[in-house]
């Protein structure tokens, strides 16, 4: 499963980190969304290859984020 953030746009509300620790966190430099960092594509904090484990509490993150940044495939 593809996971993306868009950082840029993230309010640092904290509810993709709090539905999903596995697959998101805060990023400690500014407080927004980064996707964890075991999980990152070369190292991209907006970008990430999850397993399909994660799938139901990836969309679930996507769902209640109030900016609709995160993007599941």
Same mark, same amino acid.
């Given at each position: 499963? =593809?996971?993306?953030?868009?950082?840029? +746009? !993230?309010?640092?509300?904290?509810? &993709?980190?709090?539905?999903?620790?596995?697959?998101?966190? $805060?990023?400690?430099?500014?407080? =927004? !969304?980064?996707? /964890? $960092? /075991?999980?990152?594509?070369?190292? %991209?904090? $907006? =970008?990430? $290859?999850?397993? %399909?484990?994660?799938?139901?509490?990836? +969309?679930?993150?996507?769902?209640? &984020?109030?900016?609709?940044? #995160?993007? #599941? %495939?």
């Amino acid at each position: 499963m =593809k996971v993306s953030v868009d950082r840029d +746009q !993230c309010i640092s509300c904290s509810l &993709c980190w709090s539905d999903c620790p596995a697959l998101f966190s $805060e990023d400690p430099a500014d407080g =927004k !969304c980064s996707v /964890a $960092e /075991a999980l990152r594509l070369g190292g %991209d904090r $907006e =970008k990430a $290859e999850a397993p %399909d484990s994660l799938r139901d509490a990836g +969309q679930s993150a996507a769902a209640n &984020c109030p900016i609709s940044i #995160i993007h #599941i %495939d």
